[in-house]
């Protein structure tokens, strides 16, 4: 059974804004110090790729939450199998997760990765003052959105097909993280 009812309320969306600003923000700072520290071309570049994967991946829940069908969790969970009332909340939340996976996680991946494409371009420049500026700033950001635009499209194909076992992937971890660190997601 599939859960069609809205629980965005307009509290949420404000708290979705200001957690927006929040992790963008932290994401460039962490990225452009990591990328500073290092003053590696290749790490840079590998850093580049890793944002562009993360925001492809969080593309992937946030579609297959939308996708995921409610009814196979129930028979795990009443099995006791790990992962299955995980999947049961998120599913059940599939609007909020959705919301949060693709345009809070998604877009910051985006935006990040456009920042460190530039950041990339003043890495090259530095060391090929004669490249020109011009063309090099039209090709990273021609390669990091045909990355983007392309991962994301093989992503929703995967995450389509795949619905039940991405969410349920998504539910083992969350089931491996409390039962690491103590914390509950979901109640007993």
């Not at 004669?130 to 950001?141: E, G, I, K, S």
């Amino acid at each position: 059974m599939k859960n069609n009812k809205s629980t965005v309320s307009g509290k949420f969306v404000v708290f979705v804004g200001f957690i927006s600003f929040i992790l963008a923000a932290i994401f460039f700072l962490l990225s452009q110090l990591i990328s500073e520290a290092i003053n590696s071309l290749t790490f840079s570049f590998l850093l580049l790729m890793l944002i562009i994967l993360f925001g492809i991946t969080s593309d992937v829940i946030g579609t297959s939450v939308a996708a995921a069908n409610e009814a196979p969790f129930h028979a795990k969970a009443s099995k006791k199998v790990a992962g299955a009332r995980e999947g049961v909340l998120l599913i059940r939340n599939a609007d909020r997760v959705a919301n949060i996976a693709n345009d809070v996680i998604g877009d910051i991946a985006g935006t990040v990765s456009g920042a460190l494409g530039i950041a990339l371009v003043l890495q090259i420049m530095t060391l090929w003052e004669d490249f020109n500026r011009f063309l090099l700033n039209m090709l990273v950001t021609a390669l990091i959105a045909a990355l983007t635009v392309g991962g994301k499209a093989y992503g929703k194909k995967i995450a389509l097909s795949n619905s039940n076992e991405v969410i349920f992937f998504v539910g083992r971890i969350m089931a491996a993280f409390s039962s690491i660190t103590g914390i509950r997601i979901v109640k007993k």
